[in-house]
């Protein structure tokens, strides 16, 4: 109960202003109490209007009131100090960094709740009391606070922008309709806003289904991405795997025609091996009847020599046997030749199908083209690769008859 009595004290003896107890209290014609500091301190903010009101009911006055201490307020409200008043006093709610700040509020600001259009300043709770209670604050318009107030206030005039003028595109205040303003289409502000509303809604409107279809396109470009990435990744695989097969194809021919390169030199030794050999006994027997020649030669006996000419002159081997030349360079000039134009022309096959393949690239025609081409390419390899293989293989036969 005597806290409660406390606190009913403390709404009498706070200043308005700063919330605390009243120091130097000054009572004016209003009836209402403030700090000196305090209510001078709003009053210097309005010499240059040089109208001075209350900051609790707005009441106005002209010239600037002279204020006083009053000496027995102030007695009560220290009497009231010894009392243990002041550590009963609420905490402020201080305004924090993205708060806006109470105008009425001096010394350390308390967090504004509204502002008010035509005060053009915004309050912290208790500071908006007298909007709520007072008849002289009935007509006046209570929004969120904010701290963008100054921006509804004419910079010309300096009076409130409530009109809207449709020839300018811009809100003016009430004196600007009569000033550079004349003669505009002009509404009021809250009529200029329901028409842009419409506009905005047209606007918004517009701006979802550009967002509806550059959506569409972007899943669809992305859909594109994948597929090319896709069709790049099949169509190197489709690459590898076609050139592997190339190149074991060659390796495959090679292994072919160096086995047929040393059969033929197999062949080739054979056949002189036997004539080698036909040659060295027909050497040995020619020697041996030349020796028995030599015998007969120095045989003085006439009968000896007559019975024995006889056999010694009688031929003997063949005389027919064949002759064989070897010239490496010669034989093998068909196949280094037939192996050399070979990989000439596919080089010239190559350069002339990969030049194809870069502008089918660029149009993404990835897979399908190179895999077309490099089928081709393998094809007319396969055909150049047996043409100089029967090539090669007549030359052999032609060799075999000779």
Known sequence: MAEANILGLQDQFSCPICLDLIKDPVAISCGHTFCMVCINGCWDQEDQKGVYSCPQCRQTFTPRPVVSKN????????TLKKTGLQATRPAHCSAGPEDVECDSCTGRKSKAIKSCLVCLASFCETHLQPHYESPAFKKHKLVEASRRLQEQICSQHDKLLEVYCRTDQQCICMLCTMDEHKGH??????????????QLLEMQGNSKQRIQ??????????????????????AVQETERIFTELI????????????????????????????????????????????????????????????????????????????????STL?????????????????????????????????VQILSPPR??????????QRLRQLHLNRMVMERRKQDFQ
Do not use: W
């Open 71 to 78: 000496t027995v307020l102030a007695e009560v409200v220290e």
């Open 185 to 198: 289409d002009t509404v009021s502000a809250a009529a200029g806003r329901a028409e842009k509303q419409k």
């Open 213 to 234: 279809e550059r959506e569409k396109q972007l899943q669809e470009l992305i859909k594109a991405m994948e597929t090319h990435k896709l069709s790049a990744q099949a």
């Open 248 to 327: 074991k194809s060659i390796e495959r021919r090679c292994s072919e025609l160096t086995a047929l390169i040393r059969a033929q030199e197999e062949a080739a030794v054979s056949r002189a091996e036997e004539v080698m050999k036909q040659l060295e006994q027909e050497i040995a027997e020619l020697k041996r009847r030349d020796a028995e020649m030599e015998e007969l030669s120095h045989t003085e006996d006439p009968v000896q020599f007559l019975q024995s000419f006889q056999s010694v002159a009688t031929p003997t081997g063949s005389s027919n046997l064949p002759t064989i030349m070897f010239s």
């Open 331 to 363: 034989t093998f000039e068909v196949v280094i030749t037939s192996v050399s134009q070979l990989r000439e022309n596919v080089e010239e096959c190559c350069n002339a199908e990969f030049v194809k393949i870069p502008s089918g690239v660029r149009d």
């Open 372 to 381: 077309i081409t490099m089928q081709k390419l393998y094809m007319q390899t």
